[in-house]
């Protein structure tokens, strides 16, 4: 009985490669450019990716931060009252 064909054990045609036309690497691309032109292609593609960023507008960002204030003050109460509670449980078995 054969494998299927691209098991693990016999891979498929495709995948076989020439010992002569593999390719070597020698060092990549960071090995041939300096630190400082490194760092201005980071911060470059930093700018990059920034540009692509949707931007809240003024109203949803009122919105998304009067969300986070109303759900840390419910925290705020509920972790009062919980502390509260186990306060007078303690008192009460302990004395």
């Given at each position: 009985?054969?494998?299927?064909?691209?098991?693990?054990?016999?891979?498929?045609?495709?995948?076989?490669?020439?010992?002569?036309?593999?390719?070597?690497?020698?060092?990549?691309?960071?090995?041939?450019k300096g630190?400082?032109?490194?760092?201005?292609?980071?911060?470059?593609?930093?700018?990059?990716?920034?540009?692509?960023v949707?931007?809240?507008?003024?109203?949803?960002?009122?919105?998304?931060?009067?969300?986070?204030i109303?759900?840390?003050?419910?925290?705020?109460?509920?972790?009062?009252v919980?502390?509260?509670?186990?306060?007078k449980?303690?008192?009460?078995?302990?004395?």
């Amino acid at each position: 009985m054969t494998d299927a064909v691209g098991s693990i054990d016999t891979p498929d045609a495709q995948d076989e490669v020439p010992e002569d036309k593999k390719k070597t690497r020698k060092g990549g691309k960071r090995a041939k450019k300096g630190p400082f032109k490194r760092l201005g292609i980071f911060y470059r593609q930093i700018v990059a990716e920034l540009r692509k960023v949707v931007w809240p507008t003024r109203s949803q960002l009122t919105t998304y931060t009067t969300v986070v204030i109303v759900f840390v003050v419910i925290m705020i109460g509920l972790v009062t009252v919980i502390d509260f509670g186990l306060d007078k449980a303690a008192k009460y078995v302990f004395g």
